[in-house]
């Protein structure tokens, strides 16, 4: 069982982060080539766009979430000593399996992250498993990059799988249970994956801080310092916060999040931006559907040219996608020589010299009402034609804007415990404080919005407005 030091890194958003003891482990597993991946992965994909300091990478974030999972096991072990058995209460192996599952809950995301995923919509599930060497197939409700991460988990010889076994074996699927939402003490999984888990408190103050926005601040200090473990249903334990003490603090990280959506992640430029790799990334599998081979044999695009022939990949294949690698597709599809496709090649370029596609400013209601037509696309596309090369449906982006402030289903809820004092306390839903289902009430919201060439947008909102 390795690990008995100190390890300390410096950290812009929490400062000085010290693991100690079977937590280092956390820094054990950053030399992995699975985690070293991450730096090669932005947190923010494209939004450096808008917000040039936005340059940060999903290792950062996860080792920053792992530092916060420490910080708030620590506060469980110290708020159950009185009132839980300890066989039920966390310590110090428990301490270290939540960082680890923190740290390494991104792995398996793909280049520039969302637009990625977006393009990976309806992968052949089965197919990738068995590729992927997984015992079973994950439900549908497991997203790509999920898959992947489990994956990489269970590979035996694996870089990142046998370090976790250094520390004990069984270590590597442990930690893969735990992010599924199995592990021996069933409230934990809920601080990884939830309203408010340690991947949210992380990931808003470091994303507002790198992108200079105001929003996405809190007291993470005073929310930790009211964590402990409820009951409810007179039998189920799970974690909550202090009913009394903690609802304003939560209040601000739902608020936070919400703006972050708002002005960041949802940004009309950063949403136009990842819709052109989106569709630079499907014109390219459209061409290989139909038998043109555009991208040349040869690395870093082996992988790229596997995926867009509808091929799933290895676990060792997949180590290889990364944004320098999607970069350098989307550079070499713009240089003189090309891919030999006009339209993937003038995307590309659009792409490298910043020319985006345009939101077409009409109502909500009328867009709406328009996109429900089944011709919709194609009369856009007639409306794009006279300006662009090639296919002018290549040049039109639906943005599907979603935000809702709680998550579905009891998994991730958040809970309030009340009467501390009689021992575990009463754990009612974080949702139903009034103060919270205020924050709530209109919150949940999907909507539209279109993106076409600059030259393009009076006549496609001319199209589109009655």
Not at 198 to 225: E, K
Request: overall charge negative.
């Amino acid at each position: 069982m390795p690990g008995q030091a100190i390890q300390r890194v410096q950290d812009s958003i929490h400062g000085l982060m010290e693991f100690r003891g079977l937590e280092t482990a956390v820094i054990e597993l950053l030399g992995t080539r699975e985690m070293q991946r991450l730096r090669r992965i932005r947190q923010l994909g494209l939004c450096n766009l808008v917000f040039p300091a936005a340059e940060h990478s999903r290792l950062v974030h996860g080792i920053g979430a792992a530092h916060l999972a420490i910080r708030l096991v620590r506060r469980l072990e110290d708020a159950t000593q009185e009132t839980l058995d300890p066989a039920f209460r966390p310590d110090q192996e428990v301490r270290r399996d939540i960082a680890i599952a923190a740290l390494v809950h991104d792995v398996g995301h793909g280049p520039l992250s969302h637009a990625w995923e977006e393009v990976m919509k309806g992968f052949k599930r089965e197919e990738w498993a068995a590729s992927l060497k997984l015992d079973e197939v994950p439900d549908g409700n497991v997203e790509w990059h999920e898959m992947v991460g489990l994956a990489l988990l269970r590979r035996e010889g694996g870089s990142l799988h046998d370090a976790l076994e250094t520390q004990e074996t069984g270590t590597a699927g442990r930690i893969a249970d735990l992010l599924e939402g199995d592990y021996y003490l069933p409230y934990l999984p809920r601080i990884l994956d939830g309203d408010v888990d340690v991947d949210r408190c992380d990931f808003l103050v470091r994303d507002a801080h790198m992108s200079g926005v105001a929003y996405g601040r809190y007291d993470i200090d005073w929310l930790i310092s009211t964590a402990g473990i409820g009951i409810r249903d007179e039998s189920e334990l799970v974690v909550g916060f202090d009913y009394f003490k903690a609802p304003r603090v939560i209040e601000q990280l739902l608020v936070a999040r919400r703006a972050l959506y708002d002005t960041v992640y949802q940004h009309k430029t950063v949403r136009s931006a990842e819709g052109m790799v989106v569709l630079f990334l499907q014109r390219l599998g459209r061409l290989a559907a139909g038998g043109v081979d555009a991208l040349p044999d040869e690395e870093p695009f082996t992988g790229f040219r596997k995926v867009f022939a509808g091929e799933p990949l290895s676990c060792e294949e997949l180590l290889d996608l990364d944004d320098f690698a999607l970069w350098r597709l989307i550079m070499r599809s713009a240089s003189e020589s090309g891919i030999g496709d006009e339209t993937a090649s003038d995307l590309a370029r659009r792409l490298l010299q910043r020319e985006l596609l345009k939101q077409v400013p009409v109502e909500e209601n009328h867009l709406d009402d328009f996109i429900f037509k089944d011709d919709w696309l194609e009369r856009v596309a007639e409306a794009v034609r006279p300006h662009v090369k090639g296919d002018p449906s290549s040049y039109v982006y639906r943005d599907r804007r979603s935000f809702s402030v709680w998550t579905e289903g009891p998994a991730g809820r958040a809970y309030l415990i009340k009467n501390r004092r009689a021992g575990l306390g009463e754990a009612t839903r974080a949702q139903d404080h009034p103060d919270l289902e205020v924050v709530g009430v209109g919150r949940s919201h999907k909507a539209h919005r279109l993106f076409v060439p600059r030259e393009a947008v009076a006549d496609v909102r001319a199209l589109i407005t009655p």
